[in-house]
């Protein structure tokens, strides 16, 4: 039967350190996963806040178009007209850009196709302006005031293509970007409280198992107490008593198998050799007298 009293102080004192060596580790690889959890999240969060900013510059840049095409609308020269066709231009670059930055951003499939309908419509707002509102306005700066009829009727065809053809598709657009943002928020918000809860799942891991080293350290600190440093004060009275000339004090821990024991069974046999050479001096010194009465 295995006894603690058998087992070597080296070996003792090794499993006290391994035992040591695994609360912190496993103390270090705790924090180090509650950490990667709320980073993870954390990361997440900053991702779809990063996506709602993009949606909120894609929701400006839209304003930016239907101005401009407001531009076209009130242009009195050729000049104008250009120039606010230039700008219609340059937004739709602007905007498709960001369309596909945040087509790559968004993990939500049913908003990744959201993203892209707004890039359709976009598209379709834009494209009529350049292929049909503008050659009206032009026709329309190029036709002579005096030609009131004519520039009526160019006037009335303008109004049913914005009415029937481009008005429509800005409410639309509105709502898809406004659905597209809440839906970031939402995910935002729902990453944003996952980093909180891991942190905190986190810190909670940390000072439970924490205490839970604490207390199997401190079980191996009694441990060592009791199975080395208890043994070895147990033998200082008798070695004090064998300093002082008894050679016949018991011994503590000459049964045990550990260093303990072989210091105790070399005492012993110290103590025990000590005696026998006295008494033999002893005997010696009586028969010295004997022999001396006799002469």
Do not use: C, W
């Not at 905190?200 to 350290?217: H, N, P, Q, R």
């Not at 208890?230 to 200082?236: A, E, G, I, Q, S």
């Not at 050679?247 to 049964?255: C, E, K, M």
């Amino acid at each position: 039967m295995l006894s603690l009293s058998n087992i070597s102080i080296g070996r003792k004192l090794a499993a006290i350190s391994l035992v040591s060596i695994l609360m912190i580790g496993t103390m270090i690889g705790v924090a180090h996963y509650s950490n990667g959890r709320a980073g993870g999240a954390s990361a997440g969060a900053v991702s779809q806040l990063r996506t709602v900013g993009k949606v909120q510059d894609l929701e400006f840049q839209f304003s930016q178009a239907r101005i401009g095409m407001r531009n076209l609308q009130l242009a009195e020269t050729t000049d104008e007209l250009k120039k606010a066709l230039t700008f219609l231009k340059q937004k739709q670059g602007s905007i498709q850009t960001l369309v596909t930055e945040i087509e790559k951003r968004l993990l939500v499939a049913a908003n990744r196709d959201r993203v892209t309908d707004v890039g359709k419509k976009v598209d379709s707002y834009l494209a009529g302006a350049e292929a049909r509102l503008a050659p009206l306005k032009q026709s329309f700066i190029d036709t002579p005031a005096s030609d009131v009829a004519r520039r009526q009727e160019i006037e009335h065809a303008m109004q049913q293509l914005q009415h029937s053809q481009l008005d429509p598709l800005v409410q639309p657009t509105i709502d898809r970007l406004e659905e597209i943002r809440h839906v970031a928020e939402e995910l935002a918000d729902k990453d944003a409280h996952a980093a909180v809860a891991a942190m905190t799942d986190g810190e909670m891991m940390v000072i439970a198992f924490g205490a839970f080293a604490a207390l199997v350290l401190i079980g191996a600190a009694f441990f060592g107490s009791a199975t080395i440093a208890r043994p070895l004060k147990n033998m200082v009275q008798p070695l004090e008593k064998i300093a002082g000339g008894n050679f016949t004090v018991d011994i503590p821990g000459t049964g045990r198998k550990d260093e303990v024991g072989q210091i105790a069974g070399a005492v012993h046999d110290m103590a025990a050799k000590m005696s026998q050479t006295i008494a033999e001096i002893k005997a010696s010194g009586r028969e010295v007298t004997n022999a001396s009465a006799e002469i």
